[in-house]
């Protein structure tokens, strides 16, 4: 009778214990994932820049705009990059553009950029990319903008937009090509 009523007082402690927990780290909780998200993305994408900026360096030649979907594979084929770089969370791919977020061929490649996606948790990692490099209003990036080179050009750091160019709305990692 004993064993059993150690064991009733056992498992109220453990729930306790586990309420307490959560109620202490509550948001910890809660944005642990799409922090490690916005973390894995940041890093790629600062992978990339380092690579294109070597490629740049070692090969004498800016990369083009117009290399858009190939910029990736030309810094692969470099040996710029060991393996071709996707965005971690989703998988897509990561596209080289200019200022204006523009592909024409005589203009230089001023930022890589990736699709997040158009759900909760792609706007999670999109305010957290926000936050982490210093936003000083993260919730600016959530306002939907259509002249993505106006956003980019007053914002030469790496962040996150939510693109009204696509329907339905789509949040996008950047990063400046030094």
């Given at each position: 009778m ?5 064991g ?7 729930i306790?214990?586990?309420?307490a927990g ?8 809660r944005?642990?994932t ?5 973390a894995?993305?940041t890093?790629?994408?600062q992978?990339v820049v380092?690579a294109?900026?070597?490629?740049q ?5 800016q990369?083009?705009a ?18 071709a770089a ?10 080289l553009v200019n200022?204006?977020?523009g592909i024409?061929?005589?203009s230089?490649?001023r930022f890589f950029y ?6 909760t ?7 957290q990319?926000e936050?982490?490099m210093g ?6 990036a959530?306002?939907?903008?259509s002249?993505?080179g ?5 914002n ?13 709305a789509?949040?996008?990692?950047y990063?400046?090509?030094?």
């Amino acid at each position: 009778m004993s064993n059993v009523l150690i064991g009733i007082i056992g498992v109220i402690l453990f729930i306790g214990l586990a309420l307490a927990g959560a109620l202490i780290l509550g948001d910890d909780f809660r944005t642990a994932t799409s922090s490690s998200k916005a973390a894995a993305v940041t890093q790629t994408m600062q992978q990339v820049v380092a690579a294109a900026n070597m490629f740049q360096l070692k090969k004498g030649r800016q990369l083009m705009a117009s290399e858009h979907s190939t910029a990736i594979d030309t810094l692969v084929a470099a040996k710029s990059l060991k393996v071709a770089a996707v965005n971690p969370m989703n998988g897509a791919a990561i596209a080289l553009v200019n200022q204006g977020g523009g592909i024409d061929a005589t203009s230089p490649g001023r930022f890589f950029y990736t699709n997040l996606g158009t759900d909760t948790v792609a706007r999670d990692v999109c305010r957290q990319i926000e936050e982490t490099m210093g936003s000083a209003d993260a919730d600016a990036a959530m306002v939907p903008v259509s002249d993505w080179g106006a956003r980019t050009a007053s914002n030469r750091r790496m962040g996150c937009l939510l693109y009204s160019y696509y329907q339905p709305a789509m949040y996008q990692a950047y990063i400046p090509l030094n």
